[in-house]
């Protein structure tokens, strides 16, 4: 019944809930001023669920996507290398409803839009080439073991608290900075924060590298998929 509006009401509600935790309930603080509010402290913390949603929805449902079209396996001739892409199609609906949320309230509580906002759907374009490389991958996997889905729904939490959502990566010693590099979110996180927040161009040294990376992470999953469909009627 709600439709559309769920996309708007899912992740304030989730916002809602983390923000009451960790600014109320822990007394977390960003760090940038002695009277920070509660208000930025959500915008902050926004930017990051963002992110990781995006990357989130489309893992957790990769491993069934063939299970749920099982009759254009078997009985059609259907381009299955598309249902990964229509899921990242979902997610990124999702996630743009959220960030005009976002920009409305960073109008509302800071009085102010940069214009390096422009700037965010290229910050984000290598994770969704990282995410969708990573879905053909999850959709293969997933025909052959049952169980992936349900680790899967364990890594993406992991790594969003593994990642700088609820924090900044500036309070970390430089040893555990260099480690949470590691989680692919962090640094589309960091630069999104940027652009968004802050006015500040991201690094494109980094996002050259990173880039690149995720050309190969998809190529290697679209690839991946190709291989390992010739076997998907057999076993599902």
Do not use: C
């Amino acid at each position: 019944m709600l439709g559309v509006a769920w996309s708007f009401f899912n992740p304030m509600l989730m916002l809602l809930v983390y923000t009451f935790v960790f600014s109320v309930v822990f007394k977390s603080r960003w760090g940038q001023s002695d009277n920070e509010s509660q208000a930025s402290f959500a915008v902050l913390l926004f930017v990051g669920m963002i992110v990781h949603g995006l990357f989130a929805e489309v893992a957790n449902r990769a491993p069934m996507l063939i299970f749920a079209n099982v009759n254009y396996v078997k009985r059609v001739v259907f381009p299955l290398e598309i249902l990964p892409l229509v899921a990242i199609g979902s997610a990124l609906f999702h996630a743009s409803v959220s960030l005009l949320v976002l920009l409305l309230a960073q109008v509302v509580f800071a009085h102010e839009l940069h214009w390096t906002i422009v700037l965010f759907p290229l910050v984000v374009m290598p994770l969704v080439l990282a995410t969708m490389g990573a879905a053909w991958f999850l959709a293969s996997i997933g025909v052959y073991v049952r169980d992936i889905g349900q680790t899967i729904g364990i890594v993406t939490t992991v790594m969003m608290f593994l990642a700088p959502v609820f924090y900044p990566l500036s309070s970390l010693s430089p040893r555990y900075q260099a480690l949470l590099q590691i989680n692919p979110l962090t640094f589309i996180i960091e630069s999104g924060r940027q652009v968004l927040l802050f006015g500040q161009s991201p690094n494109w040294y980094g996002w050259t590298l990173y880039l690149a990376i995720s050309m190969l992470v998809a190529w290697g999953g679209f690839w991946w998929f190709q291989k390992t469909r010739k076997g998907f009627a057999d076993v599902v």
